[in-house]
């Protein structure tokens, strides 16, 4: 098992010694990942609640509080001129955007709730923004203890292998159906969001998911799932997924169709033109209005 990491670090180094574009950030990222995983194995069994924000399932746990820390210390200590804005942090993120050319997203933990719950399905977020473009991503899988990632060029990797590109027609889907902030909203929208899950669910061999975090939104870009749609969710639990499923050739777009972006709050993301359709056919019995809010 030894020569066997060792074998996988040398392979991660001669990966990253190829793609120079954010070669730095890199090290530094897949380092604190490291420490990230044995953290993660440590506080699994004996997390805690520290607190709940917009209700019992959005909720601040130990672990949450533990990677904030690792993530902007590590950060702060190598590129002390950027800004960083994290979940569980302060500060407006298109402000710091406005003030600093680059800037660091932070989602310490997604999947705070299932943590809580002994469920292992979490990920560690991290994003470079520069100039306000996103420019690299990093999904630390926690079940999988690797790292989906990429600085960029069309490439994304997992863990030291590089992803083949997406747009494959599969006959078995595999969909992510976030929730989101659902629950703030009336019961007018969660009709609608129940009957377009109908809709979609009628399709043979569709197979829906809802696991409360990002994570498998990140798989799309690896193809282990065929589709995911986020309704009104933070841009900090996306923005990774999203950059990732696109730089693998896969497509994105908010809800009525437009281009996604780091404000974007209700998305579709796919692996191919055949998934993207069924999906975004389905939303627009939302109708136009209703998508404009949400989008916004």
Known sequence: MIHVLVDQEKNLKSVMANNPKYRKENIIIQSIAKDAFRKYKQLF???TVTKTKSGPADVVSQMDL???RLLNRRIKKYFPSDAIFSEEGSGVLDQMIADYERVWVLDPICGSLNVKKGINIAATNVILL???EIKAAWVFDYPRERVLWSTGGRKVYDGNKKIPKLGKNE???HI?????YLHLFSSGYQNLYGKFIQTIATRKYTYFGNSGSSLTFA???TGQFQGAVAFYVKSWDLLA???????NSGIVRNFDGSKWGINSKSVIVAGNRTVYNALHAGIQQFGKQTIKK???
């Open 219 to 221: 798989y799309v870009a």
């Open 66 to 68: 533990v990677m904030d």
């Open 176 to 180: 992510e159906a976030s929730k989101g």
């Open 294 to 296: 949400l989008v916004k």
């Open 241 to 247: 997924a999203c950059f990732l499923v696109e730089q």
């Open 171 to 173: 006959t078995v889907w």
């Open 130 to 132: 520069v100039h306000g």
């Open 45 to 47: 069994k004996v997390v």
